[in-house]
């Protein structure tokens, strides 16, 4: 996957109202269509993977036999998420 590694840095910028506008480090200074598209590939899939850090804590965090349940669901999750990020 082609994605910018490292920090990611959000910037704001303020309208008149005070309204913010968001820009991230990476759309500044793009390096190449193929990464710009993997870092957006990546951004739309950030509600999944949140969901499925989620579930995976709820995983780990859950006594036995309670856990067995979960973590089916959280490697569920974990395929769904990665697959949104790496465009499958």
Known sequence: MEYTKG???VRAKYDEQGWPTYRL?????PNDKVEVEANAHLIAAAPALYEALEAVDDYLSAPYPENMKLKQ???DKLVTALALARRE
């Open 7 to 9: 920090e990611w840095k």
């Open 73 to 75: 669901i959280a490697a």
């Open 25 to 29: 480090k990476w759309m500044d200074n």
